[in-house]
């Protein structure tokens, strides 16, 4: 009866956006978007990093909204270069209904989403010859696109973090940013991020928890007629875990804080292979227990190869070094919320998978997972079927 309430209500409100933006004017213009999501995850195997189960759920994800205040304006400079400008507004309401499956509806979870978008985008349009290609392989005008959010913002929105730092496990049921996203990009070549997720505040029955991070990437043009395979960039994250309010004796504030800059370069243009994408660098975190001592330092080498040949890919990650989140065991996904096999000095993670179905709407892939640590070796195999339709992220 709740999910039909909850339908019921979303319907009424569909049924009254299409009927008012006939009646607004040309400014406001309403948009909708359904993502749903099924995921079968059945985990194999050595236990010291992860349990023998299997995960099954399906998410079902509408969202309605209105987009407004679009303004666009031109200018020209001294020297001929015209510039036009946009600024888009957007304001969007739904929710999360997650569902495992074979356990009873009492043990759904609805998880509301509520954001407001405002993004920027700039267009130099330059006089060319049309048969003159720009940096990045297009006659396109030069162009660079920001937006900020704030709210309980979709994750799907933002840049999909290494599992270092956020698992799959984190991913299935934790689907919103809960406060600030930050994106930038120009002209495809250059990405910036900056994500403030608020987990819990603090209270009698909950420590306070958020993590800052930061994602950049960037590509380099190496001929007048493209761009160069190689690219740079890396991943920065705050993480912080306070005390609840007031505190139990003897529990401290944990801090951790994690650096990852690495080089890379993509073939996927260059070769007979759909991805030929490798990636390498240093992983290096900083974690403190105020109530135990001082920082403790690890770090590793962190390197992927990602490699897609029509239906068939692998994806090997390996990481090599000192072993992470010593305060796991303490505090597990509630400070660390990376993938719990880094706790290992060495960790080799071959995925072989195959996209059956990807277009715009639809992403269905089969995938066999391998975890191999010094302890011992996992097997998963995951089923992923995605469908997104509406209009509400363009």
Request: hydrophobic fraction near 35%; charge should be positive; include cysteine.
């Amino acid at each position: 009866m709740k999910l039909l309430r909850i339908f019921t209500i979303l319907l009424s409100a569909f049924c009254f956006s299409a009927i008012s933006a006939q009646e607004q004017e040309k400014e406001y213009k309403f948009i909708w978007g359904v993502d749903a999501e099924t995921v079968f995850d059945n985990r194999e195997g050595d236990q010291t990093y992860s349990p023998q189960q299997t995960i099954f759920f399906s998410r079902l994800s509408p969202s309605l909204g209105v987009r407004f205040g679009k303004s666009e304006h031109e200018k020209v400079n001294n020297d001929g270069i015209k510039k036009k400008y946009t600024d888009v507004h957007k304001l969007v309401a739904g929710t999360h209904y997650i569902q495992p499956i074979g356990i009873g509806y009492k043990e759904n979870k609805f998880v509301p989403t509520a954001y407001y978008t405002f993004s920027h985008k700039v267009v130099k349009e330059v006089k060319r010859d049309s048969s003159v290609l720009r940096i990045d392989g297009t006659n396109t005008p030069d162009f660079k696109v920001w937006s900020v959010s704030f709210g309980m913002i979709p994750r799907r929105l933002s840049y999909r973090l290494p599992e270092i730092l956020w698992s799959d496990s984190m991913d299935y049921y934790n689907p919103n940013i809960r406060g600030i996203l930050l994106q930038c990009t120009k002209n495809n070549l250059a990405f910036h991020e900056i994500s403030l997720d608020w987990r819990s505040l603090q209270s009698a029955d909950q420590r306070e928890a958020f993590n800052v991070n930061y994602n950049v990437r960037k590509y380099f043009h190496r001929y007048l007629r493209g761009i160069s395979p190689f690219f740079i960039g890396g991943n920065v994250q705050l993480n912080h875990l306070a005390k609840r309010n007031p505190a139990p004796e003897g529990e401290g504030v944990n801090d951790d804080m994690f650096a990852y800059p690495y080089i890379g370069w993509d073939f996927s243009d260059k070769t007979v292979f759909d991805r030929f994408r490798i990636k390498a660098g240093y992983a290096v975190s900083f974690d403190r227990c105020r109530a135990i001592g001082d920082w403790e330092v690890d770090g590793g080498l962190l390197a992927d190869l990602h490699l897609l040949w029509k239906k068939i890919g692998i994806i090997e990650t390996l990481y090599a070094g000192n072993k992470q989140f010593p305060l796991y065991p303490m505090y597990g996904s509630l400070l660390n919320m990376g993938d719990p096999h880094y706790q290992s000095s060495f960790y080799s993670l071959t995925s072989i998978y195959s996209p059956i179905v990807h277009n715009r709407h639809v992403s269905f892939g089969a995938f066999l997972d391998f975890h191999v640590t010094k302890e011992g070796t996992s097997c998963y195999q995951r089923v992923v079927l995605n469908v997104n339709l509406g209009n509400v992220e363009k």
